[in-house]
């Protein structure tokens, strides 16, 4: 099984390569962004909850991830892999994943990193913003808060990788067919 972690702060471009990864793998993409869009749109009670912690440019708890994400991948055994888009976030949802997929007798296979300067990042969520409506995308306040969040917090899970030797960086500025076969290139050597 492929299980794939696209990495990399808001608007590297995780979505746009994630699609062309799932088409190429014939991955299931398991975007914990999407999970938590989904309960939101539904008006859940968590989806209420994310939905103002995300407008703050926090994260959401998680216990609440983990079990979305269990449910997922209970829901699509036969899956020739996943592509994880937006998680693991902190070191300790990367051990948390990790023993989850352990539990299930899997593994990440690498994880492969954009690589985006903030300037960019932020022209690139503005921009964005103007095209989705999404609240978060139309604040540069907001913006640059998510891209401290990642910096502080998410950015040390390259190393819990590294450890592991299932890291590498890609340059996340250039076309999309260039960063495309970045990526793929290092997704062969992760098959190897």
């Known amino acids: 099984m492929l299980n794939l972690v696209l990495f990399g702060p808001p608007g590297a471009g995780k979505g746009t390569q994630s699609k062309k990864l799932i088409e190429k793998y014939d991955l299931i993409h398991l975007s914990t962004g999407d ?20 407008d703050d440019g ?16 209970d829901a699509n055994k036969d899956a020739k892999g996943f592509i994880f888009d937006g998680f693991p976030r902190t070191v300790a949802q990367a051990e948390a994943l990790d023993q989850l997929l352990k539990s299930k ?6 994880m492969t990193a954009l690589e985006v300067n903030d300037d960019e990042l932020e022209r690139r969520l503005l921009e964005r913003g103007k095209e989705s409506g999404r609240p978060d995308d ?6 640059r808060k ?11 899970v390259a190393g819990f990788y590294q450890t592991q030797n299932k890291f590498q960086n890609v340059n996340g500025v250039g076309s999309v067919e260039e960063i495309f076969g970045a990526i ?9």
């Not at 708890?61 to 997922?72: E, F, L, R, T, W």
């Not at 998510?146 to 040390?156: G, V």
Request: proline share 4%; aromatic share 2%.
């Open 35 to 54: 999970l938590l869009r989904g309960e939101i749109a539904q008006g859940t009670e968590l989806g209420l909850e994310a939905k103002k912690l995300m």
């Open 58 to 73: 926090k994260l959401v708890p998680d216990a609440v991830v983990i079990g979305m994400i269990s449910n997922k991948l």
């Open 105 to 110: 007798e899997s593994a990440i296979s690498g």
């Open 138 to 143: 139309a604040n540069p306040d907001v913006i």
């Open 146 to 156: 998510r891209i401290k969040e990642y910096n502080d917090k998410t950015a040390p």
């Open 184 to 192: 793929v290139n290092v997704i062969e050597e992760y098959k190897k």
